[in-house]
């Protein structure tokens, strides 16, 4: 069992019409593709044109197996992409596609929790099939795009485009956000019981957010109804 | 042979038998309906010869020992067989805590198949009920390295809550005592003194009614269809018939059943259990205490009350 710590040691450029530069794909990141390599070996694992080792400083330590990311990663995409147990950690910003199907897969992100102390791009949860991502700041457009199940926690901001295509899951919002015209039910209210069986990573807000879940009936609503999806978007009442 | 307040406690041992066993954890929005719901699911549940399983709750739960902070009942359950405990928990599952307004079902054993490979199914069957609707939610949890399971089925109240599956382990059931003496009055107060004070005791369980067992059985029957029939040795209506184990001035008998998950917590009990009873009714009618066996040609697990007081 390893805590793995990744802090970053360069940023990426800014990504301007003028430097083209790409995102980079972040899905090998992952605590089962580290489990039994040297930390010399886990910095050479390739993010497209360059290596772990190019962008982070790699430490290990005892601990459940965890992968924590320090810095500012509004650049890595697919972040957790292919992760199926235990937890991702990024302590700062993540890029788009969080958690979701990276490499032209079908799926998403299949188990274990990813938590992000601020905020994230575009995408968050595309395609993601079982597991959680929690959200301590906002997310860009399309997050849950035609999310297969699982479950993302939003304490911020929500962009354009919420759920579009949601097929299942539960997707846990601070505040209801503008959701596209006849997709989802109207709200209907109710208890909440399995929030209490749901312990929020303590971070940011998190645990006061959940707390109110806990106490006071949520409203629901459930789509995508284009798509014949049985999704819930829950927010404290 | 010893004497506790004017009790004989005999230097006989009760005899017990490997069992299937497996605990849930039963809650409701009030304490009300949490118990609704696990008397019903403990309900019919005294004996194997008939029930399948001897269950029984085990202990009240306040809201901070419960998974989702409500009032509940932890509860034990024993088989003979994982395959009849398969059979019967889901089965009482559907028809008593499905049914039971605002309940929700946990698992009583934490682990998952890594920590125990045998399993019950709980929510695996019932999600069923949804028809579809059901949800699933899969979450971290101490002991399971893919997540805890549970299942959210939409009801008329809501949604019943229940969890995926539950550990199967081993237990030992017929762990016994007897209590005799000459008055009912003597041995229905040394009985319950005994049961209240083994209630709150974990990992065992009394299944009969109000813990007390006054059919006590032996093995075998005249009729070739009965492979136990009553224990003709301490009626005291066959005194006069039978080679009988009743003295000359005890008149009637009541048999305490224990079943637990381990040695020590049977043993624990019925020294907890006799003690009680010897405070409440010795030199009171309770004229001594001996327990059940079987040549102990049947079961491994023998509990000698000279060794369990001590």
């Known amino acids: ?237 | 042979m010893t004497i506790l307040n004017g009790v004989t406690i005999e230097s006989e041992f009760a005899e017990a038998f490997d069992m299937k066993a497996t605990r849930v954890i039963i809650t409701g929005h009030d304490r009300q309906w949490a118990l609704d719901a696990t008397m019903a699911m403990t309900g019919f549940g005294t004996s194997v010869i008939a029930c399948g399983i001897e269950t029984a709750i085990e202990r009240e739960l306040s809201p901070e020992e419960t998974p989702d902070g409500r009032p509940g009942f932890s509860v034990l359950a024993f088989a003979v067989s994982g395959s009849e405990l398969e059979k019967q928990i889901p089965r009482r599952v559907g028809q008593c805590v499905l049914t039971c307004p605002t309940s929700a079902l946990y698992a009583g054993i934490v682990g998952d198949k890594s920590m125990h490979p045998k399993r019950i199914p709980l929510g695996k069957t019932i999600r069923y009920f949804g028809d579809g609707n059901q949800i699933s939610k899969v979450t971290p949890a101490a002991g399971y390295a893919k997540g805890r399971r549970y299942w959210r089925i939409p009801v008329m109240d809501g949604e019943f809550v229940c969890e995926h599956d539950v550990a199967r382990i081993n237990g030992i059931g017929g762990g016994n005592f007897l209590l005799l003496g000459n008055s009912i009055e003597a041995i229905s107060k040394a009985c319950r003194a005994a049961v209240d004070a083994m209630r709150d005791l974990p990992d065992m369980i009394t299944p009969f009614p109000g813990g007390a067992a006054r059919s006590g059985s032996k093995v075998g029957s005249k009729y070739p269809a009965l492979f136990a029939s009553t224990n003709d040795a301490f009626c005291p209506t066959l005194r006069t018939m039978t080679p009988s184990l009743l003295r000359d001035d005890e008149t009637i008998a009541m048999e305490i059943v224990i079943d637990g998950l381990s040695f020590d917590a049977i043993a624990n009990s019925i020294k907890v259990g006799v003690t009680a009873a010897c405070k409440a009714a010795g030199g009171n009618g309770l004229l001594r205490v001996t327990a059940g066996n079987y040549g102990g040609k049947l079961g491994k697990h023998h509990f000698h009350l000279a060794e369990v007081m001590q």
């Not at chain 1, 899905?27 to 089962?32: T, V």
């Not at chain 1, 810095?71 to 992409?81: K, N, P, Q």
């Not at chain 1, 992000?116 to 997050?143: K, L, P, Q, S």
Request: net charge neutral; proline share 4%.
């Open chain 1, 1 to 237: 069992m390893t805590k793995w710590t990744l802090t970053q040691k360069q940023k990426p450029p800014e990504n301007k019409v003028e430097t083209c530069a790409e995102n980079i794909d972040a899905s090998p990141i992952d605590a089962k593709n580290f489990g039994d390599k040297s930390l010399a070996e886990i910095k050479k694992i390739s993010l497209g044109r360059q290596t772990i080792g190019d962008w982070f400083d790699v430490q290990d330590s005892d601990g459940p197996d965890t992968v924590e990311l320090r810095g500012d990663l509004r650049r890595f995409d697919h972040i957790g992409a292919a992760l199926s147990s235990g937890e991702l950690k990024v302590v700062g910003d993540a890029g788009n596609f969080l958690g979701g199907a990276a490499d032209g897969k079908r799926l998403g992100m299949s188990g274990g929790r990813i938590v992000i102390t601020g905020n994230v791009g575009d995408y968050a949860g595309h395609r993601m099939r079982r597991g959680e991502i929690w959200i301590c700041g906002n997310v860009g457009r399309f997050a849950a795009a035609h999310m297969v199940a699982g479950t993302i926690v939003i304490a911020g901001k929500i962009g354009h485009d919420f759920a579009i295509g949601m097929r299942r899951g539960s997707l846990i919002v601070s505040q209801m956000p503008i959701l596209a015209d006849g997709r989802f039910s109207d709200p209907v209210e109710s208890d909440f019981l399995i929030a209490s069986l749901i312990a929020p990573p303590e971070t940011g807000h998190l645990v006061e957010f959940w707390s109110r879940l806990q106490d006071q009936q949520v409203s629901t609503r459930r789509g995508d109804r284009a798509v014949g999806g049985q999704g819930e978007i829950v927010t404290p009442h």
